[in-house]
């Protein structure tokens, strides 16, 4: 079940627990709580009081003081996820030589805001690899590897990876399919350095990665042969990097779709366009953020079904029905594919 994102703009941020999203401030035109918004105002994160105790108690090293190395299980690597897609594909990767935890699993967790608590302190603090998506994104995990020395610990940005770079830049890189595989190559790479008496089952894991998302390009070409440049919609960037490869054309208005990020409403303007172009049948299906909603994307997705507009949900982390990052992307690619040619 989506959570609402009308329910996180309070005029007053109550207190939040450890491991909830803390509400974002809420006039409409205010300030916006949103992880660009703090990005760009400089903003630090405080690390809980609990969670430097737990890290302490775990065994595992603060920065600038000496402690022993985590206990390590002979074979296995301990993988840390920001999220269960990155996770997910660790864990194909590296099978039964990989002990992996995804912070964010969640279907009514936003990433953005998220908080650590002291498991995923614990986690990270024992972790001999950790994978994060960057770009603001899963901003807790800067924090909680900066409050924890591993010596041989590596850390795989996929931000890095791509070289993604730039104030705006959309931080959904594993709806970038054609460029997935190349995080998931310096997974295997880290993985390999970290047990190499594994590397042939992690190279294999690779290979095997690769060979699944076949199906997934297949259909992302067969979009891109069928209906280039046809024009579509979405509510925010979350598919941004699929249509791009599907070579289809986004007419939403960057305003409405960084207002809806940012947790805020859109400009009289940008909505003004945004429904106009579903009254107007301007575009050919809309991309709906099932995951994050408001009452202005609802009612752009109410207009879309009085218009007759095909709806595609999408979703941020990888729902629990799927066994599979590959799996999971398949079916909205497919979606989008029928939605196209409906």
């Known amino acids: 079940m989506a959570r609402p994102r009308g329910a996180r703009r309070p005029g007053r941020r109550p207190s939040a627990a450890l491991g909830q999203a803390p509400a974002r401030q809420a006039a409409r035109g205010g300030p916006a709580g949103s992880w660009q918004a703090r990005r760009r105002a400089g903003r630090a994160w405080s690390l809980p009081v609990l969670i430097v105790f737990a890290v302490l108690g775990s065994g595992a090293a603060l920065a600038g003081c000496g402690s022993p190395q985590p206990p390590v299980t002979p074979g296995v690597v301990r993988v840390v996820a920001g999220e269960n897609f990155w996770g997910n594909i660790a864990a194909q990767i590296g099978g039964r030589h990989v002990r992996v935890t995804s912070i964010i699993s969640s279907p009514n967790a936003d990433p953005h805001l998220y908080e650590a608590d002291v498991t995923n302190a614990i986690a990270v603090a024992e972790a001999g690899?950790?994978?994060?998506?960057?770009?603001?994104?899963?901003?807790?995990?800067?924090?909680?590897?900066?409050?924890?020395?591993?010596?041989?610990?590596?850390?795989?940005?996929?931000?890095?990876?791509?070289?993604?770079?730039?104030?705006?830049?959309?931080?959904?890189?594993?709806?970038?399919?054609?460029?997935?595989?190349?995080?998931?190559h310096a997974i295997e790479a880290a993985l390999a350095r970290l047990d190499p008496r594994d590397a042939t089952a992690f190279a294999a894991g690779l290979a095997a990665f690769g060979r699944s998302l076949r199906p997934?390009?297949?259909?992302?070409?067969?979009?891109?042969?069928?209906?280039?440049?046809?024009?579509?919609?979405?509510?925010?960037?979350?598919?941004?990097?699929?249509?791009?490869?599907?070579?289809?054309?986004?007419?939403?208005?960057?305003?409405?779709?960084?207002?809806?990020?940012?947790?805020?409403?859109?400009?009289?303007?940008?909505?003004?366009?945004?429904?106009?172009?579903?009254?107007?049948?301007?575009v050919k299906v809309l991309l709906y953020n099932a995951q994050a909603v408001s009452p202005v994307t609802q009612h752009v997705r109410s207009l879309a079904g009085q218009a007759g507009i095909p709806v595609v949900a999408v979703t941020e982390t990888m729902p629990p029905s799927y066994r599979s990052y590959q799996a999971w992307q398949l079916a909205q690619a497919s979606a989008l594919l029928h939605a196209l040619g409906s």
């Open 129 to 184: 690899l950790v994978i994060e998506n960057g770009a603001g994104y899963d901003a807790f995990l800067p924090q909680l590897l900066g409050a924890t020395r591993h010596p041989g610990r590596i850390v795989v940005s996929a931000q890095q990876v791509l070289g993604a770079a730039g104030p705006d830049v959309n931080p959904h890189f594993w709806y970038d399919i054609p460029r997935v595989p190349q995080v998931a």
């Open 216 to 282: 997934v390009e297949a259909v992302i070409a067969q979009i891109r042969r069928r209906y280039q440049r046809a024009p579509v919609a979405y509510t925010e960037r979350v598919p941004g990097y699929l249509l791009a490869a599907a070579g289809l054309r986004v007419l939403t208005p960057p305003g409405f779709a960084a207002a809806i990020e940012d947790g805020i409403d859109p400009g009289p303007g940008d909505t003004a366009v945004m429904n106009g172009l579903i009254t107007g049948h301007k």
